[in-house]
Nanobody, 127 residues
Framework: QMVLNESGGQLVQAGGSLRLSCLASERSVSEYAMAWFRQAPGKEREFVAAVSWSGSSTYYLDSVKGRFAISRDNAKNAFYLQMNSLRPDDTAVYYC????????????????????WGPGTQVTVSS
């Protein structure tokens, strides 16, 4: 079992920045592919960003490319989502997730690929 907990979500003005953190316990993030998803009110959960198990590949939702960056710190057993140039349509609950799958079998965009999920952190971007 892996326990994930997000932090860093808050209210921010459009154009601002936030850094979300996901701390893991019970298992090491170095053994998993890690991702961020988000869910806005009335919408389905959508993929935002991911890093493969080996760390050799990263993936991003088109609308966040160039604005968001995912990173992992194995020593701290954590990973992060740096979000810059935030827009009101980035408002959502953000979830971190872990998938125990090797690189060539990994589909980062599929929610059912992930074994463990955090409870979420709210990000609100005001216009």
């Amino acid at each position: 079992q892996m326990v994930l907990n997000e932090s860093g979500g808050q209210l921010v003005q459009a154009g601002g920045s936030l850094r979300l953190s996901c701390l893991a316990s019970e298992r090491s993030v170095s053994e998993y592919a890690m991702a961020w998803f988000r869910q806005a009110p009335g919408k389905e959960r959508e993929f935002v960003a991911a890093v493969s198990w080996s760390g050799s590949s990263t993936y991003y939702l088109d609308s966040v490319k160039g604005r968001f960056a995912i990173s992992r710190d194995n020593a701290k057993n954590a990973f992060y989502l740096q979000m810059n140039s935030l827009r009101p349509d980035d408002t959502a609950v953000y979830y971190c997730a872990a998938a125990g799958v090797i690189d060539h079998l990994y589909d980062p965009y599929a929610t059912d690929e992930y074994d463990f999920w955090g409870p979420g952190t709210q990000v609100t971007v005001s216009s």
